[in-house]
């Protein structure tokens, strides 16, 4: 038997040390959390993506009582940029929730694994990686890869 180690690495920074773009792409995905549709879990989600391009889009999570048909922020957002520009990679996404009051959560929330999978294949697609910014009350995690959030992603090469 062999073990192997595996060492992820992110940074670890204030709201404060948030570049400009971040900041308002932050603004985006607060705004979107704000609009989510989360009646039964009170959970709500906002995600903002800074494309190649320059445009930023934001989405937030759908709930329904019929649990496995909502959708979270994080692939609302994707998909959304994906349709609206289909040729165009994203090159950040930040993802927040919000509590009741409307605070930022204490922790940043990482995604859970459906949306690992589904922002894994959007970066395999574009041939590049996409930094993830997960922001909770008091600081922010960066990632600066998508591997970094689920190192053995599942690809379209075991399907064959």
Known sequence: MKVNEL???YIEKSHEELSYSEKKLLDEATAAAKKAYAPYSKFR????????NGEVLS?????NAAFPS????ER??????????????????LITVLDEN???????????GACRQVLSETETRQGKPMR??????????EFSSVSDLLP?????????
Do not use: M, W
């Open 45 to 52: 989600v906002g995600a903002a993506v800074l494309l190649g």
């Open 76 to 93: 609302v957002t994707v998909f959304y940029a994906n349709a609206k520009y289909p040729d165009v990679a994203v090159d950040t996404l």
């Open 7 to 9: 060492k992820i690495s």
């Open 70 to 73: 909502g959708l979270c922020a």
């Open 102 to 112: 409307g605070d930022y959560r204490g922790e940043p929330v990482p995604p859970c």
């Open 152 to 160: 053995f992603i599942f690809s379209g090469n075991e399907l064959l």
């Open 132 to 141: 993830i910014l997960l922001v909770g009350k008091s600081k922010v995690h």
């Open 59 to 63: 989405g937030c999570n759908q709930e």
